[in-house]
């Protein structure tokens, strides 16, 4: 379980949420990122981290959705719970758009996200191991 006072981690779920609210209309990033700090009740994030991971979906939502479709061509994107895609989009962003998160970071940080955020399947497979690592 990460700590609470982990400023990256607290950026990533601020990220989450800020994104989740983009996903059903556009509102203006920053309102959304404070917006979501007062609901979370954070306000020790890595701020730098959380416009880097909003911004890179954002901008490749496309290239990270085909991705996703190629690896895994069973979970058509619209049968994707909400919350688990914008994670699996997240964790994308920070493994292949230049953020520099370790590889074992990113899935680590998404199961997290995904044990916090999703249902109880969420970072769970039909076999018992973790869906994205």
Do not use: Y
Request: aromatic share 4%; with cysteine.
């Amino acid at each position: 379980m990460k700590n609470n006072t982990d400023p990256r981690h607290n950026g990533r779920k601020i990220a989450l949420t800020t994104l989740f609210c983009w996903m059903f209309n556009e509102p203006d990033v920053a309102e959304s990122i404070l917006m979501s700090k007062e609901v979370l009740e954070e306000d020790n994030i890595d701020d730098e981290l959380t416009t880097k991971i909003i911004n890179t979906v954002k901008d490749n939502i496309k290239s990270i959705d085909n991705k996703i479709e190629e690896s895994a061509p069973e979970w058509p994107i619209d049968k994707i719970s909400k919350i688990d895609l914008i994670i699996l989009r997240m964790a994308i962003a920070e493994l292949l758009f230049d953020i520099k998160t370790p590889t074992k970071v990113a899935i680590d940080e998404a199961v997290e996200l995904a044990k916090d955020f999703g249902n109880e399947t969420s970072s769970i497979c039909e076999h018992g191991q973790t869906r994205l690592a």
